[in-house]
Nanobody, 126 residues
Framework: QVQLVESGGGLVQAGGSLRLSCVAS????????MGWFRQAPGKEREFVAA????????DYADSVKGRFTISRDYAKNTVYLQMNSLKPEDTAVYYC???????????????????WGQGTQVTVSS
């Protein structure tokens, strides 16, 4: 089992920045990848960014590429999402996810992630 706890959400004006954190505990030694997804009201959950735990390769949704950066800290079992140049359309609940089974490069498919955090709200005002 892997437990995930997100933090760092909040209210920010358009153009501002936030950094989300996700601390993993439990059987973290078997982590293959970690990702961030988001869900806005009335919309389906969508992929934001992901990072391979060993090796550090990353993937980003086109909508956030160049504005968001995902990173991880081995020592702290933590993954971060640095969000810059935020837009009102970035408003959503952001979820951290962890995968322990290898799935190649299919980072964007939420079904590949076995463990999920409770989510943290990000609201960007115009």
């Amino acid at each position: 089992q892997v437990q995930l706890v997100e933090s760092g959400g909040g209210l920010v004006q358009a153009g501002g920045s936030l950094r989300l954190s996700c601390v993993a505990s439990g059987r973290t030694y078997s982590t293959y990848a970690m990702g961030w997804f988001r869900q806005a009201p009335g919309k389906e959950r969508e992929f934001v960014a992901a990072i391979k735990w060993n090796g550090g390769s990353t993937d980003y949704a086109d909508s956030v590429k160049g504005r968001f950066t995902i990173s991880r800290d081995y020592a702290k079992n933590t993954v971060y999402l640095q969000m810059n140049s935020l837009k009102p359309e970035d408003t959503a609940v952001y979820y951290c996810a962890a995968a322990v089974r290898s799935f190649g490069d299919s980072y964007r498919y939420d079904g590949n992630y076995e463990y999920w955090g409770q989510g943290t709200q990000v609201t960007v005002s115009s």
